[in-house]
């Protein structure tokens, strides 16, 4: 290939790359009005004609400018649309920007026209030097930053109005929010290479490459969730002030802080504006606008810390496929401040001033947002923003110190179980999640309560599913899937792998290891033709589905009426996260309790035999064992509690006297009377119900009652 075959592909190449990323802002304004874009909402944000104008001077005024006689579009624009380049001359404050309503937008969008003609001609009369190929690549980067930050101003400006209006129909995104992993992943550190190595294009302030010593750390797999958020909110988390930096209280108490940006408390529930309106939060998306000082109050609450920019990079860059949501949904606060890398030098000449300026009082982010035009973002870049600031689309990921040693001390289940009972247990009241009954003995006990005379859900729903399966299954088509999530002994799942004997796979799900080998096997046994794939884990944190189960339609099953167990936000997140799982054309067979009379139901949860007494203490007897702890098994009473209020049962823990418990380090203190609240048991109505799956995506295609005492299952679609 001759070198002017090369300069010309070259040419031709950049000409497409330029046409491509200049096209995308005006297509972001499509549909705006000239008021939307004329409008400044806060002194941080611009107004849309002002990003136009701006992204369209930088290449003026880095590369046609330096042209030979060069004559600009309009010396005014000079001065107007000038961001923060004090070599290039006088410019308007970001505070004033919105006070210009001329030029129009009519010329701005005609300037911008100007501004890419002549860029087309400096791209074909081709021969740029390397320093000019640099800013023409730097101004491409700079213009996609202001794509983004142009929903970020659009945003805050929306939300503004008491109309919450849409800026889209559609959120403008390249992809979907990735599911959940859900754990952590260790890293061992030592001694690591940081920052951009010069190959391809970096922003100045990602280099130079050098290295840092790093301490072993964990990293979340997952960006911390709006579910997660509202239980900090609900736990007071904005009213204590020994989860605050100091400048953060300060913060919170001068900007009367409770909640996200955006977020609205109404209606018994909390609403968030968006690009496409205000809307009902979901909660398992990603938490986004949120400032580092609530990121900080948040990893301070759940007992862990943010990452370190070194970390975060050093992570991503180890394990990429341990992580959700790395990159495309939110920025993430690290613990790092925006400062030089060893060795650093700014970009020369007018450039100078692009990074370098900024580094103090500022905190990095890493990753990128559903903003950040695709093929922006990589490793090694470096966001930054104000602690304060909250209108980008910024989340979080926990990092927390990983004990020096080459070995995990315990497996990623028993560390999640000491961090949950830990945590629940220095709540007020002290709760206890029911997921952690279920070792193997905790999984026989509760079989063992499902044989009681008292305890009649089990009965009633095994014999409402032998009558309504065949039916069901008819539904299911051929290759099916059955899912089961939290199977426990499965037996109630031989009425449907009885009932739909074409299926291609079972994946039964479950939190004890032990309890789900041995109900594999059986199963296994049973059903030879049958492709068997357990799954550990908790159903709460779903993964992905194993391999080699077939692509035929999945079918969800969730008997027993285990979703009443969970709170309504969380039951409401576990049936999207399924349906997420599960899949377009999924159906699910869930089964609930209903609501009956307070002398029954207190019976079934509170046994003459003692079983399900024994069943609630052995949580106490996982913790002695697996976590080291001291709890008095004696010391603790089993409370049945019939909630009218919440139409649940509750079973709680009562410590009979005054006591200090440990768990490893820490010390826990109960006073006599003090209870630990267990597990719920939420009862339903056909209403209840049905407004429940609705909420998280489902429909219901059937409904059906048993005799009394009634239980009922429902079969939902995706």
């Known amino acids: 290939m001759s070198a002017t075959t090369r300069i010309a592909d070259r ?62 579009v309009d010396d005014g624009f000079q001065t107007l649309f000038n961001s923060y380049y004090e070599a290039l001359g006088q410019r308007v404050e970001r505070p004033e920007r919105g006070l210009m309503t001329r030029p129009s937008l009519d010329q701005v969008m005609a300037y911008r026209t100007e501004i890419d003609r002549r ?25 996609q ?88 909110i609900d ?9 605050w930096l100091s400048d953060g209280w300060a913060t919170v108490k001068a900007e009367g802080w409770n909640a996200p940006l955006y977020w609205r408390e109404e209606n018994g529930g909390w609403s968030v504006m968006t690009l496409t309106g205000r809307r009902p939060v979901d909660l398992t998306e990603p938490v986004r606008h949120i400032s580092f000082y609530e990121a900080d109050a948040y990893a301070r609450w759940t007992g862990k810390r943010l990452p370190t920019e070194s970390e975060w990079e050093h992570a991503v860059r180890s394990r990429p496929d341990a992580f959700s949501n790395a990159f495309g949904e939110v920025w993430q606060w690290t613990a790092s401040p925006y400062a030089p890398y060893p060795g650093f030098a700014p970009t020369e000449g007018t450039a100078s001033e692009y990074n370098g300026k900024f580094m103090a009082n500022q905190m990095v982010l890493r990753g990128s947002s559903f903003g ?55 709540k007020s009241p002290k709760v206890a999640s029911p997921k952690w009954f279920y070792d193997a003995e905790g999984s026989r006990l509760f079989e063992e309560i499902t044989r009681l005379p008292e305890y009649y859900p ?5 014999a409402l599913l032998r009558r309504i399966a065949p039916e069901w299954a008819s539904r299911f088509g051929t290759d099916a899937v059955l899912v089961e999530f939290g199977s426990g002994a499965s037996e109630k799942t031989r009425i449907v792998l009885d009932a739909a004997s074409d299926l291609a796979a079972y994946v039964p799900i479950d939190i004890s290891a032990d309890a789900l080998d041995a109900a594999s096997h059986r199963v296994a046994e049973a059903y030879p033709r049958l492709a068997v794939r357990p799954l550990v884990g908790d159903f709460l944190h779903l993964g992905a ?71 609630n203490r052995n949580l106490l007897v996982r913790a002695n064992r697996e976590l080291g702890a001291d709890f008095d098994l004696h010391a603790f009473t089993h409370r049945a509690v019939w909630n009218a209020e919440r139409s649940r049962m509750e079973m709680h823990l009562e410590a009979r006297r005054d006591m200090t418990v440990a768990i490893g380090a820490e010390r826990i203190g109960f006073i006599a009377g003090e209870t630990v609240h267990t597990e719920n048991s939420r009862k339903f109505t056909e209403a209840s119900l049905r407004q429940m799956v609705e909420a998280a995506g489902w429909t219901v295609e059937a409904f059906q009652a048993g005799p009394e005492p009634s239980v009922a299952l429902a079969l939902l679609s995706s």
């Open 11 to 72: 040419t031709a190449d950049d000409l497409l790359l330029y046409r491509m990323v200049r096209g995308a802002m005006p297509m972001l304004a499509e549909g705006l009005s000239a008021e939307d874009l004329g409008a400044q909402s806060m002194p941080d944000c611009s107004p849309g004609k002002w990003h136009l104008a701006h992204t369209s001077w930088f290449f003026e005024a880095m590369i046609l400018s330096e042209q030979p006689g060069y004559t600009p």
């Open 119 to 143: 860029m087309a001609a400096w791209i074909d009369a081709g021969g740029a030097d390397a320093r000019a190929r640099y800013l023409f690549t730097l101004g491409l980067n700079h213009d």
């Open 145 to 232: 930053q202001h794509q983004e930050l142009f929903l970020m101003d659009l945003l805050n400006l929306m939300s503004r109005s008491p109309l919450d209006p849409a800026a889209y129909d559609a959120e403008p995104r390249s992809r979907p929010v990735e599911t959940g992993r859900g754990g952590e992943t260790r890293f061992e550190g030592g001694l690591c290479w940081v920052g951009h190595d010069g190959a391809g294009f970096g922003f100045d302030n990602e280099g130079p490459r050098h290295r840092q010593w790093l301490e072993p750390y964990t990293l979340s797999a997952d960006l911390v969730t709006n579910g997660d958020w509202i239980a900090f």
């Open 235 to 243: 736990d007071s988390g904005y009213a204590r002030p020994e989860l």
């Open 372 to 426: 950040t035009p695709e093929g922006h973002a990589r490793a090694t870049y470096r966001n930054f923003f104000y602690p304060h600031q909250r209108w980008a689309f910024i989340g979080l990921r926990l990092a927390a110190d990983a004990p020096s040693t080459t070995k995990v001390s315990d497996d990623a289940e028993t560390a999640r179980f000491r961090r949950d009972l830990i945590d629940g247990l220095k």
């Open 458 to 462: 089990t009965r009633q729903e095994a």
């Open 545 to 615: 589905l194993p391999a080699g189960i077939g692509q035929g339609r999945k079918v969800g099953f969730f008997p027993g009426s285990t979703i009443g167990n969970l709170e309504p936000t969380e039951a409401v997140a576990f049936l999207q996260a399924a349906r997420g799982l599960l899949g377009e054309g999924a159906l699910f067979v869930l089964g609930v309790d209903l609501v009956k009379e307070p002398d029954i139901l207190v019976a079934a949860y509170d046994d003459v035999q003692g079983v399900t007494a024994a069943f």
